[in-house]
Nanobody, 119 residues
Framework: QGQVVESGGGLAQAGGSLRLSCEAS????????MGWFRQAPGKEREFVGS????????YYADSVKGRFTISRHRVKILSYLQMNALKTEDTAVYYC????????????WGQGTQVTVSS
């Protein structure tokens, strides 16, 4: 089936940086894309960014464009979300998700990791 595990969340000051990691595993895992989402208290979950696994194309929400960067490990199914110039409004639980071959959307989700940005 597969599982996704995020790590790297924590506390940062406004203007600072954090890097999140997301590793997916599974015996027959074939990945189309890995995406990052976040959900702030009292708000709906929103798209942050994604990477197409074949070719490495990336896409970002306007709110994080130019500040956040998604990259990947060369061999493992491991995605990184580098977050720079953090703002207090970036505070949220960040989720990683995997779209597998044959799926029309993200079908495999991690448990989330908390990011808190203080002023």
């Amino acid at each position: 089936q597969g599982q996704v595990v995020e790590s790297g969340g924590g506390l940062a000051q406004a203007g600072g940086s954090l890097r999140l990691s997301c590793e997916a595993s599974g015996r027959t895992l074939a990945v189309v894309a890995m995406g990052w989402f976040r959900q702030a208290p009292g708000k709906e979950r929103e798209f942050v960014g994604s990477m197409r696994w074949s070719g490495g194309s990336t896409y970002y929400a306007d709110s994080v464009k130019g500040r956040f960067t998604i990259s990947r490990h060369r061999v493992k199914i491991l995605s990184y979300l580098q977050m720079n110039a953090l703002k207090t409004e970036d505070t949220a639980v960040y989720y990683c998700a995997v779209q597998r071959v044959g799926e029309g959307s993200y079908g495999l989700w991690g448990q989330g990791t908390q990011v808190t940005v203080s002023s």
